[in-house]
């Protein structure tokens, strides 16, 4: 079973995903966990150490899905690396992509430097990790990033539309994008 700790800040995630930052209010948090504000004092400093927090978990959660999904890929080339995660959006509560949380902690960090901070980590190890997937398939480092970013930024305008693109068609369009990635040499 998860620590209190842990369903705060699970819980503060499904807020920040509905509500945006301006919903992490203790008193809501709360009563949405059935338990007292003595309970996230208990676990935090108070609400910028408790947002701290959330940023920390969000990031954890966040390259720890991306590693899991890079990983369980494998080795099998580009092509069918990048198809493996072409099918990692389409499925139903996939943990590459989540629109809407998405977009709240991108708002975030356009006000709070920690929010930025976080988020850029995050930027940048998901651009890495793709860039890592292209460069066997492209001629140098730089065609490897410019490769990368197309899928990435695909990504960020899909989450970004009000509202944002279905699973399904954001899956097709990738489907399309992978017809332009050379076939795996064997």
Known sequence: MRTTRARWLDEGLEVLAADGVDGLRIDRL?????VTKGSFHHHFAGIADYRRALLAHYEAQTRAALAEAIATGGDAGTRTTLAWLTTLVAEDG?????PELDAAVRAWAHGDPEARATQARIDDAAIAAL???????????????????????????AAAMVPP????????V???LLESVPADEA
């Open 30 to 34: 709360a009563a949405r966990l059935g």
């Open 94 to 98: 996939a943990t590459l992509r989540r």
């Open 131 to 157: 860039q890592a997937t292209w460069r066997p398939a492209v001629g140098s480092d730089a065609a490897a990033r410019t490769a990368a970013l197309v899928p990435y930024l695909v990504s960020l305008g």
């Open 165 to 172: 693109v279905e699973a399904a068609e954001l899956h097709a």
């Open 174 to 176: 990738y489907r399309l």
